[in-house]
């Protein structure tokens, strides 16, 4: 059962909102900790080991999840302005940038510029 719950896991961070919360209501789920290294530059966060869950979810639920979704038109993993809708869609990227478009850390910096590069963050702010 745990072997299934962290495939059916990565099938729900991987999907939208609305999918997302019928397959966390299947397992029952009261919690999920996100690890967002965005401020920091931390680049072993979940969002960046965000491709291994859209694999495996992939394996098990082809018709659902497809990896090739989660690339821009030219091929590349984004989580700026540029990145793919169904990244922007994910339940992952939404639980990592959730009102990241609000947080300033100085007065020179803009609001939700990510590590490195100050690249901004593909929505900024959702509810």
């Known amino acids: 059962m745990e072997q ?5 896991g990565g099938q729900s961070m991987a999907s939208n909102e609305e999918n997302a919360y019928k397959i966390m209501q299947d ?4 919690y999920i900790l996100v690890i967002f290294g965005g401020m920091i530059g931390y680049s072993g966060d979940d969002i960046n080991k965000f491709l291994w869950m859209v694999r495996i979810a992939e394996g098990e639920h082809p018709q659902d999840i497809q990896e090739g979704r ?3 038109a030219e091929g590349e993993y984004r989580v700026d302005g540029r990145a793919s809708q169904t990244m922007l ?3 992952m990227y939404k639980m990592c940038y959730y009102r990241y478009g609000e947080v300033t850390v100085d007065t020179v910096s803009p609001p939700a510029s990510t590590e490195p590069g100050n690249l901004l963050s593909g929505t900024g702010t959702f509810n």
Do not use: A, G, M, N
Not at 4 to 8: C, E, K
């Open 70 to 72: 989660y690339f821009t």
């Open 27 to 30: 397992l029952d789920v009261d």
């Open 4 to 8: 299934q719950s962290h495939r059916v």
């Open 89 to 91: 869609d994910s339940l």
